[in-house]
């Protein structure tokens, strides 16, 4: 293979999907693709990345980011590596910057972080040499879960995202999932629709390139997708929600309300769910449900963002090859 016939991977992190190309996004995706297909293997592991590490830095909680990361490392070869606030010098006091230089002492190839406050990963990218990828920060973005997201629509609606319709329901205000995914869907011609109660939409979403509605059944007509939001109990003020009864009769996507959807509608949610709250526990697991094709697909789309993250080159040399030429 001929050096400059490679392509190469121009990002040193990932901290928005705003800053892909359609060209990057779909590179990405075909990348995942190669893993996806290594993870249905008996063997699911590759020599692609020995020697590099990734640090998994997670200063809030998570299962499906944290795992599938250190999932999708380990199955590229990488040495994984976990800190947690408790247990860590932040619960100390120890300020992001001294952790992360810590970190850096270390030399990782990689730090993974999630973190409470919004811009604590474009924080440590601009002050760091080894690359950053922004496993949520605060309200703002979750790119590699709307990565996963476009991903698993991928795998039912194929590149014809152009004139389709999600809905994303729930509690807007507080999802940084749901900013992730407006951005990137609707930049790929997606119609997107919000629907919540007034109060769990964000200030300035009327900027934002979607159609909000109120009511649950006027927003799920002909939709292609419905994604649940859960309700971010622990990140709401008092007095948001006067009553989470009432919220489950208005909000709860429930089989009644599928069947207003477009034929073949799809159920996504990121995780983790409330069954009963934002979607009803036969809707999760019947089979228009999405939610753990999308789990599987976080593996697969980390795998991609941590090879092209710690190689810099392109699809040629994922999957079997060891990173050679
Ligand atoms: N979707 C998501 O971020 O889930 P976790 O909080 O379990 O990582």
Known sequence: MQHAQRPTWPHKDLLDVTQLTRAELFHLLDTAAQFHDINRRPVKKVPTLKGKSVVLFFAEPSTRT?????????????????????????????????????????????????????????????????????????????????????YSLRQVWGDTFEGRTLLILGDIAHSRVARSNVHLLSSLGVKVRLCAPRTLLPAGVHNWPVTIFNRLDDAVQGADAVMCLRLQLERQQAGLLPDLREYAQRFCLSPRHLAMAAPGARVLHPGPMNRGLEISSVLADAPESLILDQVAAGVATRMAILFLLATRTGIEQTADNGGRA
């Open 66 to 150: 944290k795992t599938s990361f250190d999932v999708a490392g380990k199955r590229l070869s990488a040495d994984t590596f976990s800190l947690a606030k408790s247990g860590s010098s932040l619960s100390k006091g120890e300020s992001l910057k001294d952790t992360a230089l810590t970190l850096q002492a270390m030399t990782p190839d990689i730090i993974v972080i999630r973190h409470s406050s919004s811009g604590a990963a474009q924080f440590l990218a601009e002050r760091l040499d080894c690359s950053v990828v922004n496993a949520g920060d605060g309200w703002h973005a979750h790119p590699t879960q709307a990565l996963l997201d476009c």
